[in-house]
């Protein structure tokens, strides 16, 4: 499962954008999760800008709730990005500055109510018989994509999920020597939880089906840990997920972190 530098630089980045979000009704009534603001732009976008900022741009968005929010936003990417001066009688705008994205996106809508196993197994057709990344559209972190990568490259795994140590709500991961050896349910203690940032090879799609019950962090996770076949990369430094209400809040007091996840490393 060695992946050669040049099939790395070509590795899409799979995002799972089309939970209700139904933790943050405040901002869901009226937009899709990813798309809620911090620090003045779509979660969403951060998430985007942290692997852009390693050269990986091409990315495959999930969609499912209010997905055609997300469609607009990126069609009118530029107006929503830049300044511009606009002649109303002729039509002609002319934009003061442009951004430097570069993003190659593509949009595939994976069901309103498919769970996250079913959304990946379902962007298959996109990704093909490569490797690719995966990460929740609610994630945002400092981590470095290049070592991560090359984690996973080393320890030849299906699977790598980035690991992160903390008191949280979410499921619990035990590893020996950077192999996972359980995933166990939601438990209110300190430990290594799922953050997201995944490396999958092709494989993985074997765990998986078009069930749209199928979740992704129950069955699948817990077969790849069996299997002996899911690595944990451990982060140590900044993570958050904009789960609730005060999560945006916090996230958005913190506005000098939220710029530097954009600077690879």
């Avoid at 620090?39 to 900022?53: A, T, V």
């Amino acid at each position: 499962m060695h992946m050669e530098g040049l099939v790395i630089q070509k590795m899409k980045v799979v995002i799972l954008c089309g939970g209700m979000g139904q933790r943050m009704r405040e901002y869901t009534d009226a937009v899709p999760k990813p798309l809620v603001s911090i620090c003045g732009k779509p979660m969403l976008w951060h998430i985007m800008k942290i692997y852009s900022s390693y050269g990986f741009n091409d990315f495959v968005l999930l969609l499912g709730y209010k997905g055609e929010k997300i469609k607009q936003y990126f069609l009118n990417y530029k107006l929503n990005t830049n300044n511009f001066t606009l002649e109303t009688d002729s039509g002609k705008i002319e934009m003061w500055d442009s951004a430097n994205d570069r993003f190659k996106i593509t949009f595939l809508d994976t069901g309103l109510k498919s769970m996250t196993g079913c959304r990946i197994k379902k962007a298959q057709q996109v990704i093909g018989h490569k490797p690719f990344m995966l990460t929740y559209g609610d994630g945002l972190s400092d981590i470095n994509i290049n070592k991560l990568i090359e984690f996973h490259s080393k320890k030849e795994r299906i699977a790598t999920v980035t690991g992160i140590n903390k008191k949280s709500q979410y499921g619990i991961l035990k590893a020996h020597e950077g192999i996972a050896t359980s995933f166990g349910e939601k438990q209110d203690y300190i430990g290594t939880i799922n953050g997201g940032f995944f490396v999958l090879q092709p494989e993985v799609f074997n765990y998986l089906n078009e069930d749209e019950g199928c979740v992704f962090e129950d069955e699948p996770i817990k077969k790849l840990v069996q299997d002996g076949e899911l690595a944990v990369y451990i982060h140590d430094g900044f993570w958050a997920s904009a789960d609730t209400q005060s999560d945006v809040l916090e996230l958005n007091k913190r506005c000098k972190d939220i710029e530097n996840l954009r600077k690879a490393r």
